[in-house]
């Protein structure tokens, strides 16, 4: 006896959707960290990048119904794509070392690459992860232009999750 497509769907949502929030707190942190010591931002940003990496992984593997072949191919895949993503992230950090750039500017220049990676790996996972990538796209925007915009990022986080929420709330009805 299989479950109800239905329900394995809505569980799904709830587990990406959780994800979701955790990846945009984590980014809020890793913003605010970045914000008041750039030194310790890099560090943690090279760590958000195995967070996101494994997050991406995890909504893959719940998408492809937890077959082992597509697992391999998951973690083939997600490991080329956050493996690059590292080894772009450990160039800026060459690059600030040598002095061509500042932490700060190095932070929001990694900031970006996470957002881009994220947001690329979003168009195979799903889109909510695409959305993680452009708040931390803002983020980076955001923070090159206003000196403390963490209250405005908070706002953007927010309005993103409610948006997925009532998108999700709104597709349910529409079935």
Known sequence: MSE???II???RFHIEEALLILLLILSLVGIGITEY???DGYAYWLVMVFVFALAAMIIAWLQSKHRASDFKSILRDQSLHWGVSL??????FLIQNSGRIDTTSAGI???LILALSTILDGIRVG???????FYLGIS????????????IELLVAVLIVAG????????????
């Open 109 to 111: 220049m990694i900031s």
């Open 87 to 92: 080894l772009v992230v450990g160039a800026a």
């Open 164 to 175: 997925t929420i009532a998108w999700e709330v709104w597709r349910y009805r529409k079935t």
């Open 4 to 6: 109800d497509p239905l």
């Open 37 to 39: 010591t750039a030194n």
């Open 140 to 151: 980076a925007v955001l923070s090159s232009f206003f000196q403390h915009s963490i209250w």
């Open 9 to 11: 769907e809505r569980r």
């Open 127 to 133: 889109w909510r992860f695409s959305m993680v990538g």
